[in-house]
C-alpha cells in the first residue's frame, strides 16, 4: 500500500521518523510520498527520501506560500526535481479560501510550477480550494504538456470530480471520507472515480480519520492509519479493501514512476 501524501517534515513528527515509518510498514504501508510545500520543506522532503528507501517526496510551492516565491527559487525547485527520488511538482495549485497569498501571487507560483512540470515531465501534485473554476481552465489548456496529475486530498463537487476525470488526472481521497459531517457529499461519489483514476493518502499529521477509535482518535495522523482509511472507501465503493489497496497501488507506481 502507497501513501501519496505524508508531511513528515512537518514538526509534529520531529524525532520519530524512524517509529512512523516502521508503523507504517507494519500496518502494510510500504511506500510514502513526502510532501514538499515550499522550497525548505521539499529540501528536507527529498533529505528523508534520500535517508530512507521507501520514502519518495514531491517539490513545489503550495499556494499558502506563493506569497514567499522569488525567482530564484525556480532554479531551486528545478534542481530538486532533477532528483529522481523526486516524483512530482507541488504541492502546488489555487486556495481562494484562505487567501494566504493573493490572486496574483498564487497565480504566478503555479504557472511556473506547471511550467516546470511540463518541463521535467513529473506530475502535479494539486491543491485546490474554493478556486475550480479557474484552476481548470489554466490546467485545461495546460494539459497536451503534462505527464498527469493527482488532485491531492479532493473534498469538491460531483462537477469539479467529472472535469478532472475528463483530464484524465488521478484523485486523492484521504481521511476526509471519514468524516460524518464534512465527508458526506464524498462518500456518495466516491463510487464515481474510476478503479484505474484512485488514489489514497493520509495527509499527515492532519485529518485524522475520526472513524478511528481510543487514543488514535484524538492523535496526529499517521501514514500506519492508511489502511483504515482504504477500508472506509471500500465500504463506500462496495469493493473490498485488497482492491482498494491493490489498484491505489498500481495507480500511484503508475502515476509517479515509481519501481
Same mark, same amino acid.
Given at each position: 500500500?502507497?501513501?501519496?501524501?505524508?508531511?513528515?517534515? %512537518?514538526?509534529? /513528527?520531529?524525532?520519530?521518523?524512524?517509529?512512523?515509518?516502521?508503523?507504517?510498514?507494519?500496518?502494510?504501508? %510500504?511506500?510514502?510520498?513526502?510532501?514538499? +510545500?515550499?522550497?525548505?520543506?521539499?529540501?528536507?522532503?527529498?533529505? *528523508?527520501?534520500?535517508?530512507?528507501?521507501? #520514502?519518495?517526496?514531491?517539490?513545489?510551492? $503550495?499556494? $499558502?506560500?506563493?506569497?514567499?516565491? @522569488?525567482?530564484?527559487?525556480?532554479?531551486? #525547485?528545478? +534542481? #530538486?526535481?532533477?532528483?529522481?527520488?523526486?516524483?512530482?511538482?507541488?504541492?502546488?495549485?489555487?486556495?481562494?479560501?484562505?487567501?494566504?497569498? +493573493?490572486?496574483?501571487?498564487?497565480?504566478?507560483?503555479?504557472?511556473? @510550477?506547471?511550467?516546470?512540470?511540463?518541463?521535467?515531465?513529473?506530475?502535479? /501534485?494539486?491543491?485546490?480550494?474554493?478556486?475550480?473554476?479557474?484552476?481548470?481552465?489554466?490546467?485545461?489548456?495546460?494539459?497536451?504538456?503534462?505527464?498527469?496529475?493527482?488532485? $491531492?486530498?479532493?473534498?469538491?463537487?460531483?462537477? &469539479?470530480?467529472?472535469?478532472?476525470?475528463?483530464?484524465?488526472?488521478?484523485?486523492?481521497?484521504?481521511?476526509?471520507?471519514?468524516?460524518?459531517?464534512?465527508?458526506?457529499?464524498?462518500?456518495?461519489?466516491?463510487? #464515481?472515480?474510476?478503479?484505474?483514476?484512485?488514489?489514497?493518502?493520509?495527509?499527515?499529521?492532519?485529518?485524522?480519520?475520526?472513524? *478511528?477509535?481510543?487514543?488514535?482518535?484524538?492523535?496526529? %495522523?499517521?501514514?500506519?492509519?492508511?489502511?483504515?482509511?482504504?477500508?472506509?472507501? &471500500? %465500504?463506500?465503493?462496495?469493493?473490498?479493501?485488497?482492491?482498494? &489497496?491493490?489498484?491505489?497501488?498500481?495507480?500511484?507506481?503508475?502515476?509517479?514512476?515509481?519501481?
Amino acid at each position: 500500500m502507497i501513501d501519496i501524501g505524508a508531511n513528515l517534515t %512537518n514538526d509534529r /513528527f520531529s524525532g520519530q521518523i524512524p517509529v512512523i515509518i516502521e508503523s507504517a510498514s507494519n500496518a502494510g504501508v %510500504n511506500k510514502i510520498i513526502v510532501t514538499g +510545500t515550499n522550497v525548505e520543506s521539499s529540501r528536507q522532503a527529498l533529505t *528523508l527520501a534520500q535517508q530512507h528507501s521507501n #520514502l519518495y517526496a514531491t517539490a513545489g510551492i $503550495h499556494p $499558502h506560500y506563493a506569497n514567499q516565491f @522569488q525567482d530564484s527559487q525556480i532554479t531551486e #525547485l528545478n +534542481t #530538486l526535481l532533477q532528483e529522481s527520488k523526486v516524483v512530482a511538482v507541488g504541492e502546488t495549485g489555487l486556495d481562494f479560501n484562505r487567501n494566504f497569498s +493573493t490572486e496574483k501571487e498564487q497565480l504566478l507560483a503555479f504557472d511556473v @510550477q506547471i511550467e516546470l512540470a511540463a518541463n521535467c515531465q513529473k506530475p502535479l /501534485f494539486l491543491h485546490e480550494r474554493d478556486a475550480f473554476d479557474r484552476q481548470y481552465k489554466i490546467l485545461n489548456k495546460a494539459r497536451e504538456s503534462l505527464s498527469g496529475a493527482v488532485v $491531492h486530498c479532493f473534498t469538491g463537487s460531483q462537477q &469539479a470530480l467529472e472535469k478532472y476525470l475528463e483530464l484524465d488526472f488521478y484523485i486523492g481521497i484521504t481521511g476526509w471520507i471519514c468524516d460524518e459531517r464534512r465527508g458526506v457529499e464524498l462518500q456518495k461519489m466516491i463510487h #464515481l472515480i474510476p478503479d484505474e483514476r484512485l488514489l489514497i493518502e493520509t495527509d499527515a499529521p492532519y485529518l485524522t480519520p475520526r472513524t *478511528l477509535t481510543g487514543k488514535a482518535k484524538k492523535s496526529k %495522523n499517521v501514514p500506519a492509519n492508511l489502511p483504515h482509511i482504504a477500508r472506509t472507501i &471500500a %465500504n463506500f465503493r462496495q469493493q473490498s479493501p485488497e482492491q482498494i &489497496a491493490t489498484f491505489s497501488e498500481i495507480n500511484s507506481r503508475r502515476l509517479f514512476n515509481l519501481a
